[in-house]
């Protein structure tokens, strides 16, 4: 049977709400100290986010990633379907 994966508690508090619109900005453009995939995951979650602002920083964000970051990521197996799906 596969282990849950561990989420990181502040990307937890973003799946919570009640963050502000300023620091959901800062996070959509990268400006959180995260390990790459947990900002990996938290920028899939903000291109869902309410603010226009928000989801496009996280698409630049998320585009900027160079394969070399996103390949070893993508062959964990702790990748999240929604990092996946993305």
Do not use: C, Y
């Amino acid at each position: 049977m596969a282990e849950a994966a561990v989420v990181n508690p502040l990307i937890e508090q973003f799946r919570r709400g009640g963050v502000p619109a300023e620091l959901r900005l800062l996070a959509a453009q990268g400006a959180l100290p995260l390990r790459p995939e947990d900002l990996l995951e938290l920028l899939t979650d903000l291109l869902r986010d309410s603010d226009a602002g928000v989801r496009a920083a996280a698409e630049r964000t998320l585009g900027a990633f160079s394969a070399a970051e996103l390949l070893p990521i993508l062959r964990s197996r702790a990748t999240t379907a929604a990092v996946l799906s993305w």
